[in-house]
């Protein structure tokens, strides 16, 4: 069998315990190297074979899971965060499908959730933003005409960039044409939940510089949005003079 993975944003323990288990109970793991915290592999059992996938190929992946298969041994394939975003785990789960090989997932913490803790922040407040846009800088991998930071932007909602920490001169200027204010709060958030966390608040107008300044070119978050500034209507859900099906508004 084959288990997807999420091991979290980083920090060892926050993977889930079902991820926990099979990765303690795993006889191959192949884990993203250049992402995934190595600490979480110090529970692994001591025969279990471990392969870095930041150097191989997707035919050397599904190689390494067919002769796991054939020996009849349990395999985990751990990605970073939460395997339902930037993981590339489709084009494996298809593979496999092809192949008439079994697998399941398990999902872990989000690096979105991990840069939300880092920065003590909901990216939902009333009156300010009720939609988070999750997505990231087109660079050597091209994204959707219609998914240009540019055409995003024009809603000013919360907006949460994953991999695009070494292209902020060119996304910068496509959030502030698409209608973010230079002055519109932002922050980038390094290596969120692992030992080497860092926070850098900043605005739309500043990213490229702050990104610059502080040498965070890749592993980090980027954050947009006035949530990520003091104004907001207080929730309905809490409120006194609000009636709602578990609670009855005060007289």
């Known amino acids: 069998m084959i288990h997807f ?18 990765l303690d109970g795993a006889d191959v793991i192949i884990y993203a190297g250049s992402l995934v915290n190595p600490a979480l592999l ?4 001591p025969s279990c074979r471990v392969y870095d996938s930041a150097g191989m190929t997707l035919e050397q992946v599904l190689a390494v899971m067919e002769q796991a298969e054939r020996a009849g041994q349990d395999t985990v394939r751990l990605h970073t965060g939460d395997v339902s975003i930037y993981s590339a785990m489709r084009e494996q789960m298809d593979a496999l499908d092809r192949l008439g090989i079994s697998y399941d997932v398990t999902p872990g913490v989000s690096a979105l959730s991990g840069a939300a803790a880092a920065l003590a922040a909901e990216y939902t407040l009333p009156q300010v933003s009720q ?13 959707p ?22 292209l902020l001169e060119k996304a910068q200027g496509e959030l502030i044409a698409g209608g973010y204010p230079p002055d519109t709060p932002a922050a980038i958030v390094y290596k969120a939940t692992w030992p080497e966390e860092r926070v850098y608040r900043c605005t739309v107008g500043t990213l490229a510089r702050t990104a610059r300044d502080n040498g965070v070119s890749k592993t980090a978050l980027v954050t947009v949005g006035r949530f990520l500034e003091g104004d907001y209507e207080r929730s309905k859900l809490y409120d ?10 005060e007289r």
């Open 240 to 249: 006194p003079a609000f009636s709602h099906g578990c609670r009855e508004a």
């Open 145 to 166: 005409e219609a998914e240009s930071l540019e055409a995003l932007a024009r809603h000013g909602s919360t907006m949460v960039l994953f991999l695009s920490a070494g």
């Open 42 to 45: 110090e529970g692994r059992k």
């Open 5 to 22: 993975v999420g091991a979290g944003p980083g920090a060892p323990d926050l993977i889930t315990l079902r991820g926990r288990r099979l």
């Open 131 to 143: 939609t988070v846009i999750i997505t990231r800088a087109a660079g050597r991998t091209p994204v």
